[in-house]
């Protein structure tokens, strides 16, 4: 059977993907300035890590599902977190150094553009797809 709607599925996957990575920036965005956690440290910025899919167990080689993306994990950033002289602070330690998170809100706005224009390219696969399927489905009326 022929696929009507190529690229629908991998289009799809992207803007799931995307919306997790808007999720994680949107918490690294709220967190930029929690200097203690539930652990007790500074809050860590977390990053999105995405991969291709491609199920071998189900037979599926070099197709339209290899072709798919999805999150492979959220991990924390390992750069340093950034410390800020304030003596009067409650979280100072003995020198008068504050931890803060190791956010940078510019970057943070960047990849939010970043995922908000991947997924408005995603949904134009989607709309271009459907465009293509309704006018291949007309032709078929003449």
């Known amino acids: 059977m022929m696929k009507l709607l190529t690229g629908v599925d991998s ?3 992207a803007i799931q993907a995307e ?22 440290k500074p809050y860590q910025r977390q ?10 167990q189900f037979g599926v080689q070099n197709s339209d599902a290899s072709k798919m993306v999805r999150v492979a994990g959220i991990q924390k950033d390992p750069r340093p977190f950034v410390e800020i002289y304030q003596p009067g602070h ?15 809100i510019h970057e943070e706005m960047a990849d ?10 995603s949904l134009a ?8 399927a309704l006018q291949t489905l007309a032709l078929g009326k003449r």
Do not use: W
């Open 90 to 104: 409650p979280e100072a330690n003995p020198e008068g150094m504050v931890a803060y998170p190791n956010v940078n």
């Open 112 to 121: 939010m553009i970043a995922a908000s224009r991947s997924m408005e390219a």
């Open 47 to 56: 990053t999105v890590r995405f991969e291709t899919f491609m199920n071998q």
């Open 11 to 13: 289009a799809a996957s």
């Open 19 to 40: 919306k997790t990575r808007l999720d994680v920036i949107a918490q690294n965005i709220a967190n930029a300035n929690t200097t203690r956690g539930l652990d007790g």
């Open 125 to 132: 696969i989607i709309r271009n797809a459907r465009h293509m």
